[in-house]
C-alpha cells in the first residue's frame, strides 16, 4: 500500500488557478472513480472537498473542482484565496478494500 | 449537529496497549461506515481501518494489521480502536471520520469519502 503521489508543495497568487497532481497506479486511482480530495489546516480536522473524482459537498465552493485521467486524479482551485491556503490530501478507494492517501501537497498563496 | 468526539489518547510505552474512543452524535450511526485515519509528526494523512456500519466487516492497513482492532457499539454510538503491541512508529493524532455511505435499494456502498472528522488524539509511544 504505497502513498499516491502529490507535488509537496504548489504556490499561487491570489485570483490565479493552480491544480494539484494525484498519481496512483491501475489498482486504485486508475480503477476506482471513489477519489476524493481533503483541505488539512494545521490543527484542525481535515475536510472534505471533493468526492467521486468530481462532485462537491454543499457547502463547498465552486473554485474547487476535480477530475482524473487514467492513474492521475487531479484538484483544481480557481480564484486562489488567502484562506485556501492549507495542506490537500488525495485519497484514493484500492482493490483490497482499503483506502490509500497521497504524501500531501502544501498550497501557498504567495 | 453532527460530531465527532476522540478521546483515550495519551503516552505509553513501546510494546503496550491502548483503547481510542470515538463518540458519535447528530446522526443514526449504524448507516455509516467508520474508520480511523492518522498523522504522525510532520507526516501526511495515513489511513488506519474501516468497520462496516453493522459491524460485520473490518479491514486494515498493512502498518497495523495484526495489532490493532476497530469496533464499535451503535447502541451507545461509539466508535472504538484497541491498539497493541505499540510502536514508536504509531505516535500520531488519530482521527475518527464518517464514511459518505450511500444506500441503494437497501444495499450500502462505502469508500465514497471521509465527510465527517473528529478534532483527533494524541497517542505518543515512546520509553
Known amino acids: 500500500q504505497s502513498a499516491l503521489t502529490q507535488p509537496a508543495s504548489v504556490s499561487g497568487s491570489p485570483g490565479q488557478s493552480i491544480t494539484i497532481s494525484c498519481t496512483g497506479t491501475?489498482?486504485?486511482?486508475?480503477?476506482?472513480?471513489?477519489v476524493s480530495w481533503y483541505q488539512h489546516h494545521p490543527g484542525k480536522a481535515p475536510k472534505l472537498m471533493i468526492y467521486?473524482?468530481?462532485k462537491r459537498p454543499s457547502g463547498v465552493s465552486n473554485r474547487f473542482s476535480g477530475s482524473k485521467s487514467g492513474n492521475t486524479a487531479s484538484l483544481t482551485i480557481s480564484g486562489l484565496q488567502a484562506e485556501d491556503e492549507a495542506d490537500y490530501y488525495c485519497?484514493?478507494?484500492?482493490?483490497?478494500?482499503?483506502?490509500?492517501f497521497g504524501g500531501g501537497t502544501k498550497v501557498t498563496v504567495l | 449537529q453532527v460530531q465527532l468526539v476522540e478521546s483515550g489518547g495519551g503516552v505509553v510505552q513501546p510494546g503496550r496497549s491502548l483503547r481510542l474512543t470515538c463518540a458519535v452524535s447528530?446522526?443514526?450511526?449504524?448507516?455509516?461506515?467508520m474508520h480511523w485515519v492518522r498523522q504522525a509528526p510532520g507526516k501526511g494523512l495515513e489511513w488506519v481501518a474501516v468497520?462496516?456500519?453493522?459491524?460485520?466487516?473490518?479491514h486494515y492497513a498493512d502498518s497495523v494489521k495484526g495489532r490493532f482492532t476497530i469496533s464499535r457499539d451503535n447502541s451507545s454510538d461509539a466508535l472504538y480502536l484497541q491498539m497493541n503491541s505499540l510502536r514508536a512508529e504509531d505516535t500520531a493524532i488519530y482521527y475518527c471520520?464518517?464514511?459518505?455511505?450511500?444506500?441503494?435499494?437497501?444495499?450500502?456502498?462505502?469508500?465514497?469519502?471521509?465527510?465527517?472528522w473528529g478534532q483527533g488524539t494524541t497517542v505518543t509511544v515512546s520509553s
Open positions: 467521486e473524482v468530481t
Open positions: 468497520i462496516w456500519h453493522d459491524g460485520t466487516e473490518q
Open positions: 471520520a464518517r464514511d459518505k455511505s450511500v444506500w441503494v435499494f437497501g444495499v450500502p456502498y462505502f469508500y465514497y469519502g471521509l465527510d465527517v
Open positions: 447528530g446522526f443514526t450511526s449504524n448507516t455509516y461506515a
Open positions: 491501475s489498482s486504485d486511482v486508475g480503477s476506482s472513480n471513489l
Open positions: 485519497c484514493s478507494y484500492a482493490s483490497i478494500s482499503a483506502l490509500i
